[in-house]
Protein backbone atom coordinates (compact mmCIF):
# COMPACT_ATOMS: atom_id res chain seq x y z
CA UNK A 1 0.00 0.00 0.00
CA UNK A 2 0.95 3.62 -0.52
CA UNK A 3 2.55 5.32 2.49
CA UNK A 4 1.03 8.21 1.97
CA UNK A 5 -2.60 6.75 3.17
CA UNK A 6 -2.92 7.07 7.25
CA UNK A 7 -5.17 6.04 9.51
CA UNK A 8 -5.91 7.76 12.63
CA UNK A 9 -7.46 5.48 14.89
CA UNK A 10 -9.26 7.50 17.96
CA UNK A 11 -9.61 4.58 21.25
CA UNK A 12 -7.24 2.08 22.38
CA UNK A 13 -9.90 -0.59 23.25
CA UNK A 14 -10.01 -4.19 22.37
CA UNK A 15 -11.17 -2.69 18.97
CA UNK A 16 -8.79 -0.12 18.07
CA UNK A 17 -6.32 -2.48 18.61
CA UNK A 18 -7.23 -5.36 16.82
CA UNK A 19 -8.32 -2.89 13.90
CA UNK A 20 -4.55 -1.66 14.01
CA UNK A 21 -3.22 -5.39 13.76
CA UNK A 22 -5.63 -5.54 10.94
CA UNK A 23 -4.54 -2.59 9.09
CA UNK A 24 -0.81 -3.67 9.80
CA UNK A 25 -1.33 -6.86 7.63
CA UNK A 26 -2.91 -5.00 4.88
CA UNK A 27 0.31 -3.01 4.76
CA UNK A 28 -1.81 0.09 5.60
CA UNK A 29 -0.11 2.78 7.91
CA UNK A 30 -1.65 4.07 11.05
CA UNK A 31 -1.79 5.22 14.37
CA UNK A 32 -4.02 4.58 17.67
CA UNK A 33 -4.31 7.72 19.99
CA UNK A 34 -5.97 7.52 23.26
CA UNK A 35 -6.91 10.04 25.73
CA UNK A 36 -6.49 8.12 28.99
CA UNK A 37 -2.99 7.62 30.61
CA UNK A 38 -2.48 4.06 29.80
CA UNK A 39 -2.97 0.95 27.74
CA UNK A 40 -5.27 -0.34 29.38
CA UNK A 41 -7.06 1.64 31.56
CA UNK A 42 -8.10 0.44 34.61
CA UNK A 43 -10.33 -1.04 36.31
CA UNK A 44 -9.92 -3.64 33.70
CA UNK A 45 -13.47 -5.93 33.12
CA UNK A 46 -13.68 -8.87 31.28
CA UNK A 47 -14.03 -9.63 27.50
CA UNK A 48 -16.11 -12.31 25.77
CA UNK A 49 -14.66 -13.28 22.36
CA UNK A 50 -17.09 -15.64 20.02
CA UNK A 51 -15.71 -18.53 17.51
CA UNK A 52 -15.25 -16.43 14.90
CA UNK A 53 -12.92 -14.02 16.33
CA UNK A 54 -10.68 -16.24 17.65
CA UNK A 55 -10.50 -17.01 13.76
CA UNK A 56 -9.47 -14.10 13.10
CA UNK A 57 -6.81 -13.63 15.73
CA UNK A 58 -5.59 -16.91 14.09
CA UNK A 59 -5.49 -15.31 10.80
CA UNK A 60 -3.49 -12.45 12.25
CA UNK A 61 -0.75 -14.81 13.23
CA UNK A 62 -2.17 -13.91 17.38
CA UNK A 63 -3.85 -16.96 18.39
CA UNK A 64 -1.01 -18.94 20.25
CA UNK A 65 -0.94 -15.51 22.30
CA UNK A 66 -4.27 -14.83 22.72
CA UNK A 67 -5.17 -18.27 23.73
CA UNK A 68 -2.24 -18.15 26.24
CA UNK A 69 -4.09 -15.59 28.60
CA UNK A 70 -7.72 -16.63 27.83
CA UNK A 71 -10.16 -19.05 29.51
CA UNK A 72 -12.00 -21.07 27.35
CA UNK A 73 -15.66 -21.38 28.53
CA UNK A 74 -16.60 -24.60 29.46
CA UNK A 75 -20.33 -24.87 30.79
CA UNK A 76 -23.23 -22.83 31.51
CA UNK A 77 -25.04 -23.28 34.80
CA UNK A 78 -29.10 -21.85 35.62
CA UNK A 79 -30.58 -21.76 39.17
CA UNK A 80 -33.53 -20.16 40.55
CA UNK A 81 -33.34 -17.43 42.64
CA UNK A 82 -33.66 -19.97 45.83
CA UNK A 83 -30.20 -21.67 44.05
CA UNK A 84 -31.91 -24.77 42.45
CA UNK A 85 -29.96 -26.42 39.84
CA UNK A 86 -32.31 -26.02 36.46
CA UNK A 87 -30.01 -27.38 34.11
CA UNK A 88 -26.04 -27.29 33.12
CA UNK A 89 -25.52 -26.92 29.49
CA UNK A 90 -22.34 -27.59 26.98
CA UNK A 91 -23.24 -25.78 23.96
CA UNK A 92 -19.49 -23.70 25.08
CA UNK A 93 -18.27 -27.45 23.47
CA UNK A 94 -21.32 -27.27 20.57
CA UNK A 95 -19.65 -24.06 19.64
CA UNK A 96 -16.34 -25.88 19.28
CA UNK A 97 -17.24 -28.66 17.23
CA UNK A 98 -19.52 -26.41 15.25
CA UNK A 99 -16.76 -24.21 14.46
CA UNK A 100 -13.44 -25.54 15.49
CA UNK A 101 -12.79 -22.47 17.84
CA UNK A 102 -13.99 -22.32 21.46
CA UNK A 103 -15.43 -19.00 23.31
CA UNK A 104 -13.10 -17.37 25.54
CA UNK A 105 -13.72 -15.31 28.40
CA UNK A 106 -10.42 -12.80 29.08
CA UNK A 107 -9.02 -10.40 31.53
CA UNK A 108 -8.85 -6.73 28.80
CA UNK A 109 -5.75 -5.46 30.78
CA UNK A 110 -4.31 -8.56 29.86
CA UNK A 111 -5.90 -8.74 26.28
CA UNK A 112 -4.70 -5.07 26.01
CA UNK A 113 -1.18 -5.70 26.66
CA UNK A 114 -0.98 -8.74 24.77
CA UNK A 115 -2.12 -6.79 21.63
CA UNK A 116 -0.03 -4.07 21.69
CA UNK A 117 3.35 -6.20 22.30
CA UNK A 118 2.52 -7.81 19.47
CA UNK A 119 2.49 -4.57 17.30
CA UNK A 120 5.49 -3.93 14.89
CA UNK A 121 6.89 -0.75 16.57
CA UNK A 122 3.88 -0.41 18.88
CA UNK A 123 5.08 2.58 20.93
CA UNK A 124 5.29 4.75 17.62
CA UNK A 125 2.12 3.68 17.00
CA UNK A 126 0.18 3.86 20.10
CA UNK A 127 0.16 7.47 22.21
CA UNK A 128 -1.60 7.74 25.39
CA UNK A 129 -2.56 11.06 26.84
CA UNK A 130 -4.52 12.42 23.82
CA UNK A 131 -7.50 14.33 24.51
CA UNK A 132 -8.95 14.66 21.23
CA UNK A 133 -10.23 18.71 21.00
CA UNK A 134 -10.91 18.99 17.31
CA UNK A 135 -10.91 17.42 13.35
CA UNK A 136 -9.90 19.67 10.59
CA UNK A 137 -10.60 18.36 7.25
CA UNK A 138 -9.27 19.53 4.06
CA UNK A 139 -9.00 18.42 0.65
CA UNK A 140 -6.60 15.95 0.89
CA UNK A 141 -6.79 14.56 4.64
CA UNK A 142 -7.58 15.19 8.22
CA UNK A 143 -5.51 16.89 10.86
CA UNK A 144 -6.87 15.73 14.54
CA UNK A 145 -5.88 18.18 17.34
CA UNK A 146 -5.13 17.41 20.68
CA UNK A 147 -5.82 19.05 24.12
CA UNK A 148 -2.11 19.16 24.78
CA UNK A 149 -1.49 21.52 21.98
CA UNK A 150 -0.07 18.24 19.61
CA UNK A 151 -2.14 17.14 16.39
CA UNK A 152 -1.82 13.95 14.38
CA UNK A 153 -1.95 14.58 10.18
CA UNK A 154 -3.96 11.36 7.94
CA UNK A 155 -5.79 10.75 5.50
CA UNK A 156 -8.90 9.02 7.84
CA UNK A 157 -10.28 9.30 11.61
CA UNK A 158 -11.77 6.15 12.72
CA UNK A 159 -13.96 6.39 16.24
CA UNK A 160 -12.88 3.45 17.72
CA UNK A 161 -13.78 5.64 21.15
CA UNK A 162 -17.03 3.62 22.52
CA UNK A 163 -20.51 4.71 23.25
CA UNK A 164 -20.10 8.26 24.22
CA UNK A 165 -17.58 8.75 21.36
CA UNK A 166 -15.68 12.23 20.68
CA UNK A 167 -15.40 11.47 16.88
CA UNK A 168 -19.29 11.11 16.48
CA UNK A 169 -19.72 13.98 18.03
CA UNK A 170 -17.26 16.00 15.62
CA UNK A 171 -19.02 13.91 13.21
CA UNK A 172 -22.54 15.26 14.16
CA UNK A 173 -21.61 18.94 14.37
CA UNK A 174 -20.14 18.46 10.68
CA UNK A 175 -22.48 16.81 9.04
CA UNK A 176 -25.60 18.03 6.82
CA UNK A 177 -28.59 18.66 9.85
CA UNK A 178 -30.75 15.67 10.22
CA UNK A 179 -28.85 13.00 9.61
CA UNK A 180 -27.83 12.35 13.22
CA UNK A 181 -29.71 12.32 16.36
CA UNK A 182 -28.48 15.28 18.56
CA UNK A 183 -29.63 14.09 21.44
CA UNK A 184 -26.81 13.69 24.07
CA UNK A 185 -27.41 10.13 23.99
CA UNK A 186 -28.46 8.09 20.63
CA UNK A 187 -29.37 4.97 22.33
CA UNK A 188 -31.95 3.91 24.24
CA UNK A 189 -31.78 1.65 27.49
CA UNK A 190 -34.60 -0.76 28.20
CA UNK A 191 -32.17 -2.34 31.53
CA UNK A 192 -29.83 -1.26 34.21
CA UNK A 193 -27.73 -2.57 36.82
CA UNK A 194 -24.37 -3.27 38.51
CA UNK A 195 -21.38 -4.98 37.53
CA UNK A 196 -17.97 -5.83 39.70
CA UNK A 197 -15.05 -8.50 39.50
CA UNK A 198 -13.46 -9.91 42.21
CA UNK A 199 -10.71 -12.75 42.93
CA UNK A 200 -12.52 -16.16 42.43
CA UNK A 201 -13.47 -17.23 45.37
CA UNK A 202 -13.77 -21.13 46.41
CA UNK A 203 -16.71 -22.83 45.27
CA UNK A 204 -16.76 -21.35 41.81
CA UNK A 205 -15.12 -23.47 38.65
CA UNK A 206 -13.19 -21.88 36.17
CA UNK A 207 -15.18 -21.48 32.69
CA UNK A 208 -18.70 -21.41 34.50
CA UNK A 209 -20.97 -19.06 32.88
CA UNK A 210 -23.54 -19.28 35.66
CA UNK A 211 -27.29 -17.96 35.33
CA UNK A 212 -29.87 -16.80 38.43
CA UNK A 213 -33.13 -16.16 36.88
CA UNK A 214 -35.61 -13.28 39.14
CA UNK A 215 -38.74 -12.36 37.97
CA UNK A 216 -37.40 -8.83 36.37
CA UNK A 217 -33.92 -9.09 37.14
CA UNK A 218 -31.04 -12.01 36.30
CA UNK A 219 -27.79 -12.18 37.41
CA UNK A 220 -24.91 -13.84 35.95
CA UNK A 221 -21.17 -14.98 36.58
CA UNK A 222 -18.08 -15.26 34.68
CA UNK A 223 -15.49 -17.12 35.66
CA UNK A 224 -11.62 -17.65 34.71
CA UNK A 225 -8.82 -19.23 37.08
CA UNK A 226 -8.32 -16.09 39.08
CA UNK A 227 -11.41 -13.80 38.66
CA UNK A 228 -14.94 -14.00 38.93
CA UNK A 229 -16.73 -11.43 36.63
CA UNK A 230 -20.26 -10.27 37.80
CA UNK A 231 -23.27 -8.50 35.97
CA UNK A 232 -26.81 -8.10 37.36
CA UNK A 233 -29.74 -6.93 35.45
CA UNK A 234 -33.21 -5.38 36.23
CA UNK A 235 -35.88 -3.78 34.03
CA UNK A 236 -36.14 0.02 33.99
CA UNK A 237 -38.72 2.63 31.90
CA UNK A 238 -36.82 3.08 28.94
CA UNK A 239 -33.64 5.67 29.53
CA UNK A 240 -31.33 7.78 27.36
CA UNK A 241 -29.68 9.52 30.04
CA UNK A 242 -25.83 9.03 30.18
CA UNK A 243 -24.53 6.74 32.31
CA UNK A 244 -20.66 5.35 32.43
CA UNK A 245 -19.38 1.73 32.38
CA UNK A 246 -16.91 2.58 34.84
CA UNK A 247 -16.31 2.60 38.90
CA UNK A 248 -18.57 4.04 40.69
CA UNK A 249 -20.31 4.11 44.37
CA UNK A 250 -23.20 1.23 43.33
CA UNK A 251 -23.78 0.07 47.06
CA UNK A 252 -27.28 0.78 47.06
CA UNK A 253 -28.05 -0.32 43.66
CA UNK A 254 -26.45 -3.79 44.57
CA UNK A 255 -28.49 -4.27 47.69
CA UNK A 256 -31.04 -6.29 46.19
CA UNK A 257 -29.04 -9.05 44.76
CA UNK A 258 -27.00 -9.64 47.61
CA UNK A 259 -28.42 -12.83 49.09
CA UNK A 260 -28.84 -14.48 45.38
CA UNK A 261 -26.96 -17.70 45.32
CA UNK A 262 -24.73 -17.95 42.54
CA UNK A 263 -23.67 -21.51 43.76
CA UNK A 264 -23.35 -23.90 46.39
CA UNK A 265 -22.53 -22.00 49.19
CA UNK A 266 -21.36 -18.76 47.74
CA UNK A 267 -23.83 -15.54 47.14
CA UNK A 268 -23.94 -12.88 44.94
CA UNK A 269 -22.95 -10.68 47.81
CA UNK A 270 -19.90 -12.59 49.06
CA UNK A 271 -18.37 -11.74 45.28
CA UNK A 272 -19.84 -8.17 45.40
CA UNK A 273 -18.06 -7.42 49.16
CA UNK A 274 -14.92 -8.31 47.86
CA UNK A 275 -14.88 -7.13 44.73
CA UNK A 276 -11.87 -4.97 43.44
CA UNK A 277 -13.84 -2.73 41.30
CA UNK A 278 -17.25 -2.30 40.11
CA UNK A 279 -20.00 -0.13 39.53
CA UNK A 280 -23.57 0.95 38.34
CA UNK A 281 -24.95 1.87 34.48
CA UNK A 282 -27.62 1.78 32.12
CA UNK A 283 -27.28 -0.70 29.22
CA UNK A 284 -28.00 0.94 26.36
CA UNK A 285 -28.99 -0.41 22.78
CA UNK A 286 -29.44 0.76 19.26
CA UNK A 287 -28.26 1.13 16.16
CA UNK A 288 -27.21 4.13 14.82
CA UNK A 289 -28.03 5.17 11.13
CA UNK A 290 -25.64 7.07 9.74
CA UNK A 291 -21.71 5.67 10.66
CA UNK A 292 -19.67 8.10 8.51
CA UNK A 293 -19.21 11.80 7.11
CA UNK A 294 -16.61 13.07 5.27
CA UNK A 295 -13.19 11.02 6.10
CA UNK A 296 -14.45 9.99 9.50
CA UNK A 297 -15.85 6.73 9.95
CA UNK A 298 -17.29 4.68 13.20
CA UNK A 299 -17.01 1.05 14.54
CA UNK A 300 -17.78 -0.61 17.59
CA UNK A 301 -19.82 1.04 20.26
CA UNK A 302 -19.77 4.13 19.37
CA UNK A 303 -22.16 3.11 15.83
CA UNK A 304 -24.28 0.26 17.38
CA UNK A 305 -24.89 -0.56 21.04
CA UNK A 306 -25.89 -4.22 22.84
CA UNK A 307 -26.26 -5.52 26.18
CA UNK A 308 -23.69 -7.73 27.39
CA UNK A 309 -25.77 -10.83 28.26
CA UNK A 310 -24.34 -12.74 25.37
CA UNK A 311 -20.83 -11.17 25.27
CA UNK A 312 -21.62 -9.72 21.71
CA UNK A 313 -19.87 -6.39 21.56
CA UNK A 314 -16.66 -6.17 21.16
CA UNK A 315 -16.84 -8.90 18.75
CA UNK A 316 -19.38 -7.10 16.75
CA UNK A 317 -16.91 -4.08 17.03
CA UNK A 318 -14.02 -6.27 15.81
CA UNK A 319 -16.15 -7.54 13.07
CA UNK A 320 -16.71 -4.16 12.01
CA UNK A 321 -12.40 -3.88 12.14
CA UNK A 322 -12.16 -5.93 9.94
CA UNK A 323 -14.79 -5.50 7.68
CA UNK A 324 -13.36 -1.52 7.03
CA UNK A 325 -10.15 -2.86 6.35
CA UNK A 326 -11.33 -4.94 3.62
CA UNK A 327 -13.20 -1.73 2.66
CA UNK A 328 -10.17 0.23 2.32
CA UNK A 329 -7.99 -2.20 0.67
CA UNK A 330 -10.16 -2.48 -1.95
CA UNK A 331 -10.36 1.25 -3.03
CA UNK A 332 -6.54 1.75 -2.36
CA UNK A 333 -5.80 -0.78 -4.54
CA UNK A 334 -7.40 0.89 -7.02
CA UNK A 335 -6.13 4.58 -5.84
CA UNK A 336 -3.19 4.79 -3.34
CA UNK A 337 -4.32 8.39 -2.75
CA UNK A 338 -8.35 7.73 -3.05
CA UNK A 339 -10.60 11.07 -2.81
CA UNK A 340 -12.99 11.97 0.08
CA UNK A 341 -15.37 10.81 -2.65
CA UNK A 342 -13.92 7.35 -3.28
CA UNK A 343 -13.69 7.05 0.85
CA UNK A 344 -17.46 7.71 1.10
CA UNK A 345 -18.42 4.91 -0.94
CA UNK A 346 -15.82 2.34 0.43
CA UNK A 347 -17.34 3.75 3.96
CA UNK A 348 -20.98 3.00 2.84
CA UNK A 349 -20.14 0.11 1.64
CA UNK A 350 -18.79 -1.32 5.07
CA UNK A 351 -21.72 -0.08 6.83
CA UNK A 352 -23.66 -2.14 4.43
CA UNK A 353 -22.12 -5.27 4.99
CA UNK A 354 -22.13 -5.01 8.95
CA UNK A 355 -25.46 -2.96 9.99
CA UNK A 356 -27.93 -5.72 9.40
CA UNK A 357 -25.33 -8.30 12.01
CA UNK A 358 -25.13 -5.78 13.99
CA UNK A 359 -29.04 -5.40 14.63
CA UNK A 360 -29.77 -8.94 14.81
CA UNK A 361 -26.59 -9.33 17.42
CA UNK A 362 -28.74 -6.57 19.48
CA UNK A 363 -32.02 -8.41 18.61
CA UNK A 364 -30.72 -12.02 20.07
CA UNK A 365 -29.22 -10.28 23.42
CA UNK A 366 -32.33 -8.14 24.15
CA UNK A 367 -34.75 -11.39 23.36
CA UNK A 368 -32.20 -13.59 25.67
CA UNK A 369 -32.50 -10.43 28.76
CA UNK A 370 -36.59 -10.04 27.84
CA UNK A 371 -36.81 -14.33 28.19
CA UNK A 372 -34.37 -14.73 31.19
CA UNK A 373 -36.18 -12.14 32.91
CA UNK A 374 -40.45 -12.48 31.69
CA UNK A 375 -42.99 -13.91 32.98
CA UNK A 376 -42.27 -17.12 31.46
CA UNK A 377 -38.64 -17.34 33.04
CA UNK A 378 -36.19 -19.10 32.87
CA UNK A 379 -38.05 -20.04 29.66
CA UNK A 380 -34.50 -22.14 29.01
CA UNK A 381 -35.96 -24.42 25.57
CA UNK A 382 -37.05 -20.25 23.89
CA UNK A 383 -33.59 -19.15 24.91
CA UNK A 384 -32.18 -22.36 23.37
CA UNK A 385 -34.20 -22.01 20.37
CA UNK A 386 -33.61 -18.40 20.01
CA UNK A 387 -29.56 -19.42 20.40
CA UNK A 388 -30.15 -20.81 16.82
CA UNK A 389 -30.06 -17.30 15.30
CA UNK A 390 -26.52 -16.60 16.20
CA UNK A 391 -24.87 -20.02 14.26
CA UNK A 392 -25.23 -18.30 10.67
CA UNK A 393 -23.77 -14.96 12.17
CA UNK A 394 -20.74 -16.69 13.55
CA UNK A 395 -20.27 -19.27 10.54
CA UNK A 396 -20.52 -15.63 8.17
CA UNK A 397 -18.23 -13.73 10.17
CA UNK A 398 -15.58 -11.67 8.34
CA UNK A 399 -12.16 -12.25 7.80
CA UNK A 400 -9.27 -10.22 6.12
CA UNK A 401 -9.88 -10.73 2.55
CA UNK A 402 -6.28 -10.43 1.07
CA UNK A 403 -4.34 -12.29 4.31
CA UNK A 404 -3.27 -16.07 3.36
CA UNK A 405 -4.96 -18.47 6.08
CA UNK A 406 -4.70 -22.12 4.82
CA UNK A 407 -4.19 -23.26 8.02
CA UNK A 408 -7.72 -21.87 9.54
CA UNK A 409 -9.55 -24.80 11.95
CA UNK A 410 -13.01 -25.83 10.42
CA UNK A 411 -15.92 -27.65 12.31
CA UNK A 412 -18.81 -28.97 11.48
CA UNK A 413 -20.72 -25.66 10.16
CA UNK A 414 -18.49 -24.65 7.28
CA UNK A 415 -17.41 -20.93 7.15
CA UNK A 416 -18.83 -18.67 4.73
CA UNK A 417 -16.01 -16.16 3.95
CA UNK A 418 -12.75 -16.73 3.03
CA UNK A 419 -10.01 -15.01 1.86
CA UNK A 420 -9.76 -14.04 -1.82
CA UNK A 421 -6.80 -15.94 -3.44
CA UNK A 422 -5.01 -14.34 -6.29
CA UNK A 423 -5.93 -17.70 -8.26
CA UNK A 424 -9.73 -16.62 -8.22
CA UNK A 425 -8.92 -12.95 -8.89
CA UNK A 426 -6.58 -13.89 -12.02
CA UNK A 427 -9.54 -16.67 -13.34
CA UNK A 428 -12.41 -13.73 -13.11
CA UNK A 429 -10.17 -11.36 -14.98
CA UNK A 430 -9.33 -14.13 -17.69
CA UNK A 431 -13.10 -14.00 -18.10
CA UNK A 432 -13.45 -10.16 -18.97
Not at 52 to 78: C, K
Not at 259 to 275: I, M, R
Request: hydrophobic share 40%.
Amino acid sequence: MDASFKAIIVGAGPVGLVLAHALQASGIDYVVVEQRAQVPPEPAYALFLWPHILRIFHQLGLLDAVEAIGQPMLESIHLSAQGELLRRGQGFGELLALHGYPMMLFNRGSFAKTLVEALDNGEQHVKTNKRLSNIVSHEDGVRVEFADGTSENGSIVIGADGIWSTVRDHMKDKATPGLFDLSPNPFEAPYAGVFAKSDRIQGLVPGSNINVYQREAHVQVFTSETEAQIIAYHRIPASKERTHFGQNDAEDAAKSWLEVPVAEGVTFGDLWKSKTAGGSANFDEGVLQWWHWGRMVLVGDAAHKVNPVRGAGACCGIEDAITLVNALTRVLRSDPDPSERDLRQAFIAYQYDRESASRLWMDVSRLNLDLSTGPSQPALKAARIADMRTLPLVANGPILDTLPFPEQKNGFIPWLRKPKSRKSKDKRQSRL
